[in-house]
């Protein structure tokens, strides 16, 4: 089986599109990178839609171990949104 040139073309075309349509892809995940809301009393809105979690530093999450006095900033590394899931390092 032969190809001519424009079907050579083609397909390098398809595989050098790959990599760049994953490219734009993680950027359309980055781009959802929304932030958590500060509320008062330095409570933060988890900014998962539609999760409503709000982290109370002056609760802090007793399922998780967390005691009251703890800042969102101190919590553990692998502190998950009790209610989403959303990882700690995704909230900021
Ligand atoms: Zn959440």
Do not use: Q
């Amino acid at each position: 089986m032969s190809w001519d040139a424009d079907t050579r073309r083609g397909l390098l075309g398809v595989l050098l599109g790959l990599p760049l349509a994953a490219a734009g892809f993680g950027h359309a995940l980055a781009g959802r990178g929304k932030v958590a809301r500060r509320l008062s009393n330095d409570r933060l809105l988890c900014p998962e839609n539609e999760c409503g979690y709000i982290y109370d530093p002056a609760k802090g999450d007793p399922e998780a171990g967390i005691t009251p006095g703890v800042r969102f900033e101190d919590l553990p590394e692998d502190w998950i949104c009790p209610v989403c899931g959303r990882p700690h390092h995704r909230w900021l």
